[in-house]
């Protein structure tokens, strides 16, 4: 889950322990509010990445949060 105080475009991206992006979306205008998220745990194209660490990096606006994520399939 995350929340954005105010509207905000939101980006978010995957990025693997060797700092690769594997995964990004860019959600233009969200409202003020809290949304849940779900990665399937693949990458751009649709396919399965291998289980490790990974970060759930998420801009909205001048806000910024680094979540660590364990993927575990």
Do not use: C
């Not at 889950?1 to 979306?25: A, C, F, H, L, S």
């Not at 409202?31 to 399937?40: D, I, L, V």
């Not at 745990?41 to 364990?70: Q, S, W």
């Amino acid at each position: 889950m995350y929340q954005v105080p105010k509207n905000r475009e939101v980006r978010m991206k995957i990025i693997d322990i060797t700092g690769r992006v594997v995964w990004n979306k860019k959600v233009f205008h969200t409202k003020a509010g809290t949304y849940s998220f779900q990665w399937k745990g693949e990458d751009n194209a649709g396919r399965k990445v291998v289980d490790g660490v990974y970060f759930l990096k998420m801009n909205a606006g001048k806000e910024k949060v680094i979540k660590k994520l364990i993927l575990l399939q």
